[in-house]
């Protein structure tokens, strides 16, 4: 269940992210910007409900958000480059929080923190920019799943095909949304061709 954004300005924003010339306050800008694109790709399907108002020259029915409250859950630290975008257009939103790191060496994730609102009859969305080996995302799934979420959708800016097939493997049917699908993961476990280490671009580590 991959769905890969198609959009020009798309296309513009993570061009301008990959580039390694970008410096952090411009790449926190445009991670604002395609998570923002991301945001409403990925609650295309939300309920709407009918409300009946008037605007100046008449009554009309229009449709509003049906009473159906968000949780955005970014995996720290870098998926807080993208939690703002989902806080600035939806007016019901909670956010959790799940610490995972990679080791340098093995690239497996280690779990440091983990905080959650209610997640059982909501909508919730991972978010994390990178999806890599899949690790780290599948591992917060996981949680998300061991702490009420039905269905729980994922939400990146750059995935490899070896981190879309884990999702895969380790929770089947799952809706992942991302900004680009790239080519591969090299030794390190860095995509290919990506945009390098994105935690350390948007924080300037
Ligand atoms: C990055 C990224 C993902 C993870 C992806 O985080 O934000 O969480 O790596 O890799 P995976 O798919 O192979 O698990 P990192 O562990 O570098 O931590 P950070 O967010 O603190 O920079
Ligand atoms: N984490 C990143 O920040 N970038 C990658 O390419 C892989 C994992």
């Known amino acids: 269940m991959l769905h890969v954004l198609d959009h020009p300005l798309a296309a513009h924003v993570i061009t301008h992210l990959r580039d390694k010339t970008t410096k952090p306050a411009t790449f926190r800008t445009l991670a604002y910007q395609i998570s923002l694109l991301l945001a409403i790709e990925a609650t295309r399907n939300l309920a709407v409900e009918d409300k009946l108002i008037e605007t100046p020259l008449e009554?009309?029915?229009?449709?509003?958000?049906?009473?159906?409250?968000?949780?955005?859950?970014?995996?720290?630290?870098?998926?807080?480059?993208?939690?703002?975008?989902?806080?600035?257009?939806?007016?019901?939103?909670?956010?959790?929080?799940?610490?995972?790191?990679?080791?340098?060496?093995?690239?497996?994730?280690?779990?440091?923190?983990?905080?959650?609102?209610?997640?059982?009859?909501?909508?919730?969305?991972?978010?994390?920019?990178?999806?890599?080996?899949?690790?780290?995302?599948?591992?917060?799934?996981?949680?998300?799943?061991?702490?009420?979420?039905t269905a729980p959708r994922l939400v990146c800016i750059v995935a490899s095909p070896t981190g879309v097939a884990e999702i895969e493997r380790h929770h089947p049917g799952t809706e992942i949304y991302v900004a680009a699908l790239d080519r591969e993961l090299n030794a390190r476990k860095y995509i290919l061709p990506g945009l390098g280490d994105f935690g350390d671009r948007l924080y300037g580590t």
């Open 59 to 149: 009554p009309m029915h229009g449709r509003v958000l049906a009473h159906s409250p968000l949780v955005v859950v970014p995996i720290l630290r870098a998926g807080l480059g993208m939690v703002q975008p989902f806080l600035d257009i939806f007016p019901d939103v909670s956010v959790g929080y799940i610490g995972l790191e990679r080791d340098h060496a093995t690239a497996v994730a280690r779990s440091y923190y983990c905080k959650l609102p209610p997640l059982a009859g909501n909508t919730v969305f991972l978010v994390d920019p990178m999806l890599a080996t899949g690790g780290s995302a599948a591992q917060a799934l996981t949680v998300a799943k061991e702490n009420g979420a």
